[in-house]
């Protein structure tokens, strides 16, 4: 086992967005679930995605079982590594956690590169943008979890770091591999640790994973592994890999989880809702002792067949903000997990096997209750959204299907284009 490429990813649906940035960009990858125990099978893996649980835990824990993965992918012999957050720039710990892994690398200098532009985010002067407007002012501002005021990328991750941080313009961006290469050797010699760079486009992207292809350590969010497959192509060190998304068929049940409250999850909760059955998680009746877990499974088991049913604990940011004043903001969110979890596993012993999870913390703790400790990655149904299947050996066996979704992306058909996809690429 020789891992070329080894990644360290704060959230689950993270991790399976960066899995399908490099499956698209031709390497064959896996996705292990939490810290892999020694002796974990990756046969045949050219990149090895490590998904934590890390995004808003205490950076404490977060620097703890980030350094726990490195150690792992490093024994595996990956030679270079990708510690991917959210295009959104929303994890707590971006900053503790990339210098400790600098200085476990014994690296004094790396980039941060959120940009995502397939999905609206990029990068500009240093401030993030979602679309056409700032962070501050898209749907993050009001996140329950992490709410994002301040655009400037530079403030942010200043605020975190002990190092300096500095910015590598668009003007550098846009003159190609070069040019950047010599912007981050400048902010080097002027004693800058992290470089902010700036990105708009793909070819952006792809220029800045070129330039840093010597860098032990890169940070960003799944765009910035847009170069990094061509770097190691152009080594000789992997091939084309045209049927890196090849998945067998997976026959089963189908079930749609959602416990994201973000506006994208909104919007296809509401659009599903007349397409599909529908059972609404109340984290109030949960708080008051209601057994939520078997009233959702009642419901559930007749209906459940080829046609996906919906079980959704997703509400709006006031009703989000009212249950939070009653039972606390970390309890709220911590019934919600708990019980989809529960809710997924009794899914599973009753014969479901295709599962789309919306939400990051609500995917790690699903795929945690199933018993799941790897994932081979898929066809894309959305940009950022593969589909997956667990790897032999989970808990879950037989295989699982699982499109893990990120909150913040899909269009409002998503749940309903997800098993068309995956019924399509079962065809091929």
């Known amino acids: 086992m020789s891992v070329l490429l080894g990644a360290i990813a704060d959230d689950f649906t993270g991790a399976t967005d960066l899995c399908n940035t490099l499956v698209r960009r031709g390497m064959r990858t896996v996705q292990l679930i939490d810290v892999p125990a020694p002796g974990t099978n990756v046969v045949d893996a050219e990149a090895v995605v490590v998904a934590l649980k890390s995004r808003t835990i205490p950076a404490a824990q977060a620097v703890e079982k980030s350094l726990a993965a490195l150690d792992w992918l490093q024994r595996a012999g990956a030679r270079q590594i990708l510690f991917k957050y959210c295009s959104t720039f929303d994890s707590t710990d971006i900053g503790p956690v990339a210098e400790a892994l600098m200085d476990a690398l014994d690296t004094d200098f790396t980039l941060f590169c959120p940009a995502f532009p397939e999905n609206g985010r990029t990068i500009y002067l240093g401030y993030l943008f979602v679309g056409d407007v700032l962070l501050s002012e898209s749907s993050m501002r009001d996140h329950p979890l992490t709410p994002m005021r301040d655009p400037s990328l530079v403030r942010i991750l200043q605020r975190q770091c002990r190092g300096k941080v500095g910015l590598v313009p668009q003007y550098d961006v846009s003159q190609g591999v070069a040019a950047i290469h010599d912007a981050f050797a400048s902010l080097r010699q002027a004693g800058f640790r992290h470089a902010i760079v700036d990105a708009i486009d793909d070819h952006n992207l792809e220029a800045i994973g070129e330039a840093a292809a ?215």
């Open 214 to 428: 010597d860098f032990p350590l890169i940070t960003g969010g799944s765009g910035i592994a847009l170069g990094l497959p061509e770097n190691l192509r152009r080594q000789g060190l992997i091939g084309d890999s045209a049927a890196a998304d090849a998945l067998p068929p997976v026959a089963g049940a189908a079930a749609v989880l959602s416990g994201s409250c973000s506006a994208a999850t909104r919007a296809q909760v509401a659009y599903m809702r007349e397409r599909a059955p529908l059972f609404t998680i109340d984290p109030m009746a949960a708080a008051a002792g209601r057994k939520i877990t078997e009233e959702a499974l009642a419901w559930a088991t007749p209906r459940l067949g080829d046609r996906p049913v919906l079980i959704s604990a997703t509400a709006s940011p006031e009703e989000v903000a009212a249950i939070q004043e009653v039972v606390g903001r970390e309890r709220a969110g911590a019934l919600v997990e708990a019980a989809l979890a529960a809710i997924a596993r009794g899914l599973a012993a009753k014969g479901a096997r295709r599962f789309v999870i919306a939400g990051g913390e609500t995917a790690g703790a699903i795929v945690q209750a199933l018993g799941v400790t790897g994932l081979r990655i898929g066809r894309q149904i959305d940009p950022g959204v593969p589909w997956t299947m667990s790897l032999a050996g989970s808990l879950g066996e037989p295989a699982l299907a699982l499109a893990l979704k990120s909150g913040n992306f899909g269009a409002p058909d998503f749940f309903l284009r997800a098993f068309s996809v995956l019924s399509e690429g079962e065809a091929r």
